[in-house]
């Protein structure tokens, strides 16, 4: 049987393999292990064999799980992954340490007047919708520079970098495509602003491509976790 530690060792094996082959240094590309819908046995599992970040997706499970560990495992960094409604901004304020998912105006100035006061500023990365279906959520790469502008006026935020869920292909060329543009798009920000430091793309299925177009967040669920079930 193949445990969660040994998954996690082979994704990092995977991420070291990926930055060889693009000469990239390893160190520049952080794991993200995406445990939504996982119990909190796993999140220590994976703890104890050293790992750190974690993504959730839910609003409730993520604030429940980050309380239930607070104490256990103090220096978990919290990400959050998912869609977020406004009126939600204030858990997320309040118990995460990133927030990936930041698309408009709205969600960015209530999450800075609700981030509490003794916490540093929660990092933010703007999601951009790549393929520009309607359906997709994120911002376009035209409404971009716009939004960055007021998020790095925001005192509890940090702009940390880009997001993006691309189209879910088999086809190499579009994905290639999508991961290039949104490098383009994140270097454009990083002249900007230099505290951009995150181009966060790359899930357990095309973490290599990503890795080879520049990423420097690769998100992984199911090739740590194993299969989710369907809700
Ligand atoms: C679920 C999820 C992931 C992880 O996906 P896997 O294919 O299981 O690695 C990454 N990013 C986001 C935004 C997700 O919702």
Redo the contacts with the bound molecule.
Sequence with gaps: MTTIADRLANAQLRIAQAAQISSRNADEIQLLA?S?TKPNTDILAAYAAGQRRF?E?YVQEGESKAKALQDSCPDIEWHF??PLQSNKTKVIAAHFDWM?TVSREKIASRLNEQRPPELPALNICIQINISGEQSKSGTTPDELLSLAEKIALMPKLTLRGLMA?PTATSDKQLQRDEFQQLHHLYQELKRLYPQVDTLSMG???DLEQAIEQGSTMV?????IFGE?EKR
């Design positions: 995406v939504k993504g997706n992954i998912g990936h869920i899930m357990s299925n998100r992984i669920g199911s090739a989710r």
